[in-house]
């Protein structure tokens, strides 16, 4: 069983929170189709940059980090 360090198990914490809020969205008319699936894969792939990112510093394993992947590929 690996030990982590307070400081790294509160980056884990902070990024999971993070990763798991939704944007807010305003309740307004929606925007163009393209521009809503633009900005969600530019989300999906700022989360993704941060999950390797966070797996090449050793704070996620690799389980952990596939499990993650996945989820936000859906």
Not at 39 to 50: C, F, G, H, I, K
Not at 61 to 71: A, C, H, L, P, S
């Amino acid at each position: 069983m690996l030990i982590r360090p307070p400081v790294v198990r509160e980056m884990r914490q902070n990024l999971w929170v993070k990763m798991t809020a939704k944007p807010d969205r305003p309740r307004t008319q929606p925007r163009a189709p393209s521009r809503d699936e633009q900005s969600e894969t530019d989300m999906r792939l700022a989360q993704l940059e941060t999950l390797g990112e966070l797996r090449a510093s050793g704070v996620l394993t690799d389980v952990e980090f596939e499990r993650e992947k996945t989820r936000i590929l859906g």
